[in-house]
């Protein structure tokens, strides 16, 4: 590789790690108490689930009419905006709102016991993991938060695969694994961090990448509906949209959508007029029906007024990798084996930031030609920094 | 054993163990995906090579 090829590769490595950097530390240390958010929530006290026995809300207890009008009893006034089914446990969650479209801020989320029909309450918030998930999403500033997250993550894969370039010509003549500790510290961070930054590119590539998908989630979202919902749902676009009122049996919906999609349990519903429907559509949401599938949804929509199937089809290829991109950024799809090693490894990118901001504060001179030379000449000569 | 190699080496040389490590860790990834009991048990082994690989390797910079 000559100098030139280098000089450029290190400006490439040196820019798209620097702008990241300090959102980057705030990811990974937000995102390591989160990693545990099923632990943590059961040792403050927030499992609810726990507290429950029975059938699975996705899978049967009392009719969906019933649960729906209990939980509106609790909340006069409001339409219902979402209907969200547990797999494990008889925990159903209804969410409401003045509007259809209610913004999420003015959505309520109430939990109930699909085998008593008992109303729980207000779903809890756990005040702690809110507050850090809310920093980890969007910083408290919503959809432009949320982007502005997106374009460091995808700024992260580019610092990423910069480094992987400049790792070839340093590591010449090194073996695997140097971790050098006798020069001067310069060398000491080099070395660690050449060598945690190679050994868990994969892993920061996948948590990275599922990162900044996640962060377009919303715009995914309203493109799929005001794509493929229109498209499913054209026959409806000329009409107004359903009244709150004329909502008909979510029962009988999903009856219809079960006879098309058979052997599949449902995850949620989206309520007409909200972002995960059309004006006129129950949108009721199936998990696949194998372990590979279980992380893709399939919508069925059905017209909400006469509990007929309209159309069910697969979501579109990116917004399928959205949903996968979720377990895979979370990493709470193998037990708590999995939740450590990605704590771990969380650790080690931490260790990987620290070292490439010391390494840039702490540089000498200035002069470009010498962070090149460290390059290119790698251990071939003793470095002198 | 010195940290430097006696030859300069080839870029295929160099990524090796990168390289190998990178496909534990995404094939690990992947499986723990697409079911549970044996296919998380592998998941947990191929994911942790990363960090088995750099305790070893900071364990072997202590002790000497």
Known sequence: MSRTTIRIWYLI???????????????????????????????????????????ASSEGGLPLDTMLDRALAERPGEVPLFMA??????????????????????????????????????????????????????MFLGLPGMLFLGVMGISFIVALISGTVLYAPFMRRLRFGTLRTRRSLRVKRLDRHNFLGIVTLVWALVVGATGAIN??????????????????????????????????????????????????????????????????????????DRPVTEHLLTPALVDAATGELTDARTMPAINQALMMSKPLHFGDYGGLPLK??????????ISVLWT???????????????????????ARKEMRA | MSHRTRHRQSTAAVFRWPIAIGVASFAGLVLGLTGDGARDLLAWILVGIAPTVIFAALARRTSR
């Open chain 1, 340 to 349: 450590i090693l990605w704590a771990l490894l969380t650790l080690a990118t």
């Open chain 1, 215 to 288: 962060a377009f989630a919303d715009p995914l979202t309203d493109a799929w509906r005001n794509g493929e919902i229109a498209e499913m749902t054209a026959a409806y676009a000329s009409s107004q949209p359903l009244a709150p009122a004329d909502y008909g049996s979510i029962d009988k919906a999903m009856a219809a959508a079960q006879d098309a999609l058979p052997g599949r349990n449902p995850q949620f519903i989206g309520f007409p007029g909200g972002s995960w429907s059309s004006g006129h559509h129950y949108a009721i949401f199936f998990q696949g």
């Open chain 1, 85 to 138: 089914f547990s797999q494990d446990s008889p925990l159903l969650t209804v969410t409401t709102g003045p509007a259809p479209d209610a913004a999420s801020g003015d959505m309520h989320l109430q939990f109930l016991d699909r085998v008593t029909g008992e109303a729980l309450g207000p779903a809890p918030v756990n005040p702690l993991l809110d507050f850090l998930l809310q920093l980890h999403t969007d």
């Open chain 1, 13 to 55: 490595h040196k820019w798209s790690s620097l702008i990241p950097t300090a959102f980057l530390l705030m990811l990974c240390v937000s995102g390591l108490p989160l990693i545990f958010h099923d632990e943590i929530d059961a040792a403050m006290g927030f499992d609810t689930e726990k507290s429950l026995s029975g059938v």
């Open chain 1, 356 to 378: 490439g901001i010391f390494l840039w504060l702490r540089r000498r001179g200035g002069e470009i030609d010498r962070r090149v030379d460290e390059i290119a000449l790698g």
